[in-house]
C-alpha cells in the first residue's frame, strides 16, 4: 500500500514552497517598479520571513512524528527551508 502523506504534511509543503517562492521572486525581479507590489511585498515579508523559519522546524517535527518516512513530504519541505534559508544568508 502507497505512503499516504497527512494533510498537515501537504500544507507544510505548499507553504514552504510558497514561501521559497516568494523569496526568489524578490531576489529576480524589481518588486517595486510598480508600487503596488512594491507595497503588497512590502505587506507581507515579515509574515513571510517568519514562515521562512518556522516552516523547517514544523515539517522537522512531522518527520519525526512520522517516524522519518522516506516518502513523507516534510523530507522535501525541509529541505527546501533549509535551502532558501542558506540562500537567504548566504546568497548575495
Excluded at 53 to 60: D, G, K, N, Q, R
Excluded at 65 to 80: A, C, G, T, V
Amino acid at each position: 500500500m502507497p505512503y499516504k502523506n497527512s494533510i498537515s504534511g501537504k500544507l507544510v509543503f505548499f507553504l514552504t514552497i510558497i514561501v521559497a517562492y516568494y523569496w526568489f521572486l524578490g531576489q529576480v525581479t524589481d518588486v517595486y517598479r510598480f508600487e503596488v507590489v512594491g507595497a503588497v511585498y512590502e505587506i507581507l515579508w515579515l509574515p513571510v520571513l517568519v514562515m521562512l523559519f518556522v516552516l523547517p522546524v514544523i515539517a522537522l517535527v512531522l518527520l519525526i512524528k512520522e517516524k522519518r518516512n522516506i516518502w513523507s513530504l516534510n523530507i522535501y519541505s525541509l529541505l527546501i527551508g533549509v535551502v532558501t534559508v542558506l540562500c537567504m544568508i548566504f546568497g548575495k
